[in-house]
């Protein structure tokens, strides 16, 4: 999807070169048409999509991101014409392309609570309480979770521990994990008796969906980083049935129409991690918890088009040439995602929640493109251009609601109870896309 078509503006500049060559008629045919000439020819895109931007999942920060993935395709063309004017032309082109973002932050509220959820919230309970020891004094913590367990009966982690003030040094880090009915539910707390630094959580996730709730400690304890990264791959073919036209003045034209089929792949990634800061040189942190929601886009277009072109010679054997197309689509594809869970050292990634559903509609299509080429040696020229391309309808993805997380949380206390509830769901909306690029080809003529 997203800048499945935009390509094939790149690959026709392959196509106007080839006719580049033989716009003008051949020598006039005596009892009609005949096979006058063919050309091959190569193309190599640098290009960038100014696609449509996505939501943000809430725990990646929400909103709206635009990313211009960037990268490089590669085509390659073949025509073969009469010596009437008429001519028939084959296009075939892939791509890749990409674009990320990445963020950090210490904490996420000044009270140093967190909390992510995503899919269908878990049932069970998370409670967490971190407030200080006076007697002794010292950083304690006590993580309190329940969640169903296989078979019947209630999964129970209670996790307290303590590390005194004096000496200094003083460090814990426990970590307790247990299977649930669907999932696995996990407990970690990392202390620092000298500093009263404390960072707790619980986790609970399945195949419908994940809860984490904690306690950050103090700022710079807990690392929250976030990765969006927007990926579009493709192919693109077409063929184009011509016809060349002596239009006077230095100016030869050509007019076309054809059908194309185009196909990409989108994957929209948005990974956040909690990683927790070691307390001393000689004990570990708790375990990171990172969630990654990958979303898929799998697009295929089929179009009726009609365009044309101009040439025009220069000087020192350089030619002006111009073309234009648009056309009319439809577009049918199918979205996908799921979220993967990494938490719990030893523990394979899991899949949280996964799920596939099918779109599609009518769309324009429409490339332009401009460049100049010149034979450098007997049958073979080479071209150098900018194009651009247009497509009405983008599949991309949006929040379709989004609902508060059901967490409540003080300076040293956190609490979270899931019921199945949705926290958000996503859709799917087509938008307009723009890409342009800057193309570098070699044409073939035998």
């Known amino acids: 999807m997203s800048l499945q078509e935009a390509r094939e503006g790149a690959a026709a500049l392959v196509v106007a070169a080839a006719v580049a060559l033989d716009l003008a008629p051949g020598a006039a045919a005596a009892a009609g048409p005949i096979l006058g000439w063919g050309a091959a020819g190569q193309t190599i895109m640098t290009e960038m999509s100014n696609g449509p931007a996505f939501d943000a999942i809430p725990d990646a920060g929400g909103g709206k991101v635009t990313l211009r993935p960037t990268g ?3 085509g390659i063309g073949l025509a073969a014409g009469t010596d009437s004017g008429g001519y028939v032309e084959l296009d075939f082109e892939g791509y890749a392309l990409s674009d990320s973002r990445s963020s950090d932050s210490t904490s996420a509220t000044a009270a140093g609570a967190f909390a ?39 999964t129970t982690i209670l996790s307290y521990a303590f590390s005194p003030q004096t000496p200094a040094g003083n460090a814990v880090t426990q970590v307790s994990s247990s299977p649930t009915a669907d999932g696995r539910a996990v407990v970690a707390i990392t202390l620092r008796g000298d500093t009263l630094s ?9 195949t ?23 990926r579009v791959s493709g192919t693109n073919q077409s063929i184009n049935l011509g016809r060349k036209i002596a239009m006077g003045g230095g100016w030869d034209g050509s007019l076309r129409a054809g059908l194309g089929a185009y196909r990409s792949n989108r994957s929209i990634e948005q990974t956040v991690t909690y990683s927790f800061a070691a307390p001393s040189p000689t004990m570990p942190g708790a375990p990171p918890v990172t969630l990654s929601h990958v979303e898929g886009l799998r697009s295929t277009y089929v179009a009726l088009t009609v365009g044309g072109g101009l040439q025009r010679a220069l000087t020192d054997g350089w030619a002006l040439t111009m073309s234009a197309d648009v056309g009319r689509a439809r577009m049918s594809g199918r979205y996908s995602q799921a979220m993967i869970v990494t938490a719990d050292a030893g523990q394979t990634p899991a899949t949280a929640n996964s799920s596939s559903r099918s779109y599609g509609s009518m769309a324009w299509v429409g ?22 391309s247009y497509l009405s309808a983008v599949p991309t993805v949006v929040n379709t ?22 926290v958000y769901s996503r859709g799917v909306v087509e938008r307009a896309q723009l890409t342009g690029g800057v193309s570098f080809g070699l044409v073939y003529r035998f």
């Open 72 to 74: 490089v395709g590669a």
């Open 116 to 154: 992510l959820t995503s899919g269908t919230v878990p049932q069970g309970t998370i409670s967490i309480d971190t407030t200080p020891s006076t007697t002794p004094p010292g950083a304690q913590a006590t993580v309190s979770l329940t969640a169903p367990k296989a078979g019947g009966g209630t």
């Open 198 to 206: 404390s960072v707790a959580y619980g986790l609970i996730y399945g």
């Open 208 to 230: 419908s969906g994940v809860s984490l709730t904690g306690l950050g400690g103090a700022a710079g304890a807990t690392q929250v980083h976030t990765t969006l990264t927007d």
């Open 367 to 388: 490339r332009a493109q401009v460049g100049v080429s010149r034979a450098i040696a007997p049958g073979l020229t080479v071209s150098v251009g900018v194009f651009a």
């Open 401 to 422: 609601s989004v609902t508060a997380t059901p967490v409540s949380a003080g300076a040293t206390t956190a609490s979270l109870s899931g019921s199945g509830q949705q």
